[in-house]
């Protein structure tokens, strides 16, 4: 079946980065891309962006431009997502999702807190 | 960007009853609308795309309906494991913004 598996928990200083990673199996990784969504602590879902396994190609929210990059690596079928500068309203559960196009993300990943805190 | 806004954003009900969630988008969106859902600690399941169209594996008394900028989610005869926050997601045009939410509770 679909499985989205991610990192653990990071605790990061103010402008520092984070990557967090996503293994996927269960599916054919490169006819599909992966979404990016984020929950600040008792908060709704917002969407980050998204990065396609066929061609690596991008599409980030513009709130997020110029501090997020979106990978994939097709030969482990893992997800990345890095973002840089970090500052303490990033605190929030990350979650990656299989997603043909970026807009309906089917298959979730179980979440990945990152706390920033001097 | 579009906005999302479900009402409401909290609503008690029974075990058996029937429940009604909207969501109206600030533009129109055509059929472009998923609904979510998610229980507490866990990641959000998707119930229905396409504004109506139920996902594999998801109980038949979840439907949706709606186009343009008015949406409804419709919940019939509610479970105990029907009690979750739900969400719905414009899938029209990036960034694909989520509403709120609306928490479901036990009366």
């Known amino acids: 079946q679909v499985q989205l598996l991610q990192s653990g928990a990071e605790v990061k200083k103010p402008g520092a980065s984070v990557r967090v990673s996503c293994k996927t199996s269960?599916?054919?990784?490169?006819?599909?891309?992966v979404t990016w969504v984020r929950q600040a602590p008792g908060q709704g879902l917002e969407w980050m962006g998204w990065v396609s396994a066929y061609n690596g190609g991008t599409n980030y929210a513009q709130r997020f431009q110029g501090r997020v990059t979106m990978t994939t690596d097709t030969s482990t079928t893992t997800g990345y997502m890095e973002l840089r500068s970090l500052r303490s309203d990033d605190t929030a559960v990350y979650y990656c999702a299989r997603d043909l196009w970026g807009s309906t993300a089917d298959t979730w990943g179980q979440g990945t807190l990152v706390i920033v805190s001097s | 960007d579009i906005q999302m806004t479900q009402s409401p954003s909290s609503l008690s009900a029974s075990v058996g009853d029937r429940v009604t969630i909207t969501c109206r988008a600030s533009?129109?969106?055509?059929?472009?609308l998923n609904w979510f859902q998610q229980k507490s600690g866990k990641a959000p399941q998707l119930l229905i795309s396409?504004?109506?169209n139920l996902q594999s594996g998801v109980p038949s008394r979840f439907s949706g309906s709606g186009s343009g900028t008015d949406f409804t989610l419709t919940i019939n005869s509610l479970q105990p494991e029907d009690f979750a926050t739900y969400y719905c997601q414009q899938s029209y045009s990036s960034p694909y913004t989520f509403g709120q939410g609306t928490k479901l509770e036990i009366k």
């Open positions: 533009q129109g969106i055509a059929n472009y």
């Open positions: 269960g599916y054919t990784f490169s006819k599909f891309g």
């Open positions: 396409a504004a109506s």
